[in-house]
């Protein structure tokens, strides 16, 4: 296919994807099941290549100056790539949502009425880096019955074009179309500007990357967008916490892994036991190079914590930088939530099920957790298979996006010769 011409390409693109969604929407379990097996096997038959396509993007991405988080994202290994071979076993695994029926009751006038699972139709994903959002989209958009057009980062260009082959050769191994998933093969930015206004070909976009990426998509997109804009994520210790549990929780959730969007941003600390607990687990964070920004009576306990700013606990670092305030018990924790939180992950620590209940109930954030780590939001962790992003979002799909969030609910009404009088 011609890719010089972008609009004429991305018009073949959402043709071909169009067509290939009413094939899916009809594609038996068996044969979507056949096809994600056979491209977990492609995966695992060819790491070798991915290995060395990964290497080319890596080389590229280092000569550009990228940083570290951007490479760390974009970094494939032999565990990563047996990952996603994994989560297209697990999505083969999960019950096909499309067709199920559900809440079927009789009127008076005698007829049925219930709700059956459709799928979306076109869902258009764009995302920056990671190549493992090629596989993992592409599984999921399958199971689901939908047609994908996956437009991936160009620092990821070899990357995902190798991925791209696997998901073809699963394809065709269970004689579907190959145009079931079609991974964008051109880096120009204005192939993002076509996908994101073809409301012919289109029905949902998914964007997932930076702030500035989806800030771009939320404003000029024609079409439905699922998104999260920021992953500003806080755990509090309560006063009524299990110190040690509360500090391997802690550490967990900030260095683990520093450049994901469920990575705690902010630390809050009871003041009754911020003297206990923070110099520590703070030891813990600078000995692994942690840079600790708090407020004043945070910085009273630990010297080496500078001051922060009022931007600083708006700010989804993606680095290891962490907010640490000290607050004076529950009610202060959840407005600091409110005021700063981007409604992605928070998490409370604590052994008192009064607060356990009230965090659960008055804290508006799509995963609410109790007494672990905020890395466990994702679609993979949650048994969802995998996960196409993550939404922030209250209509139609909230947290981990995974098949029943690809697909939508259309009513079914069930008669037999009933006229309405």
């Known amino acids: 296919m011609d890719i010089t011409n972008i609009k004429v390409y991305m018009q073949a693109v959402g043709q071909n994807a169009r067509t290939a969604s009413r094939l899916m929407a009809k594609a038996d379990t068996a044969s979507k099941n056949q096809a994600l097996i056979a491209m977990a096997e492609a995966i695992r038959h060819d790491e070798k290549n991915l290995l060395e396509a990964n290497t080319r993007d890596l080389e590229n991405a280092k000569a550009k100056g990228l940083g570290s988080a951007m490479i760390d994202r974009l970094a494939l290994s032999s565990k990563s790539i047996a990952s996603m071979a994994d989560g297209l076993l697990q999505i083969a695994a999960l019950s096909d949502p499309i067709g199920e029926m559900s809440d079927l009751n009789y009127r008076p006038s005698g007829i049925q009425v219930g709700r059956m699972r459709v799928p979306l139709g076109v869902i258009g994903i764009i995302y920056e880096a990671r190549p493992n959002v090629t596989a993992d989209a592409a599984g999921l958009c399958l199971k689901a019955g939908n047609a994908a057009i996956l437009r991936g980062g160009s620092e990821a260009m070899h990357s995902n074009q190798a991925i791209a082959a696997c998901v073809k050769e699963g394809l065709r191994a269970a004689r579907l179309p190959e145009t079931a998933v079609q991974v964008i093969e051109t880096s120009d930015r204005a192939a993002v500007g076509e996908l994101i206004t073809m409301k012919k070909f289109v029905d949902i976009i998914v964007p997932r990357g930076g702030k500035g990426l989806i800030e771009r998509i939320s404003n000029e997109a024609c079409i439905p967008v699922i998104k999260h804009l920021d992953g500003i994520c806080h755990v509090y210790i309560d006063d009524q916490a299990d110190l040690e549990k509360a500090i391997r ?173």
């Not at 922060?308 to 009610?331: C, F, K, R």
Request: charged share 20%.
């Open 249 to 421: 929780i802690a550490d967990n959730a900030k260095t683990q892994r520093y450049g994901t969007c469920n990575t705690m941003e902010t630390l809050l600390v009871h003041e009754g036991i911020a003297k206990q607990v923070l110099p520590p687990l703070c030891k813990i964070y600078l000995d692994k190079g942690v840079e600790l920004r708090g407020n004043k009576a945070a910085c009273a306990i630990i010297p080496q914590m500078k001051l922060a700013t009022e931007e600083d606990w708006g700010t989804e670092y993606l680095a290891p930088i962490l907010n640490i305030g000290v607050v004076s018990g529950l009610d202060q924790a959840i407005e600091h939530i409110t005021a700063y939180g981007s409604q992605h992950t928070d998490a409370i620590v604590t052994e008192n099920y009064s607060h356990v209940r009230r965090f659960l109930r008055e804290v508006d954030s799509s995963s609410v957790m109790v007494n672990t780590s905020t890395r466990f939001a994702d679609g993979f962790e949650y048994g969802l298979g995998a996960e196409i992003g993550i939404s922030t979002d209250k209509i139609h799909a909230r947290g981990p996006v995974g098949l029943e969030g690809l697909t939508s609910q259309k009513f079914i009404v069930l008669g037999d010769g009933q006229i309405r009088q």
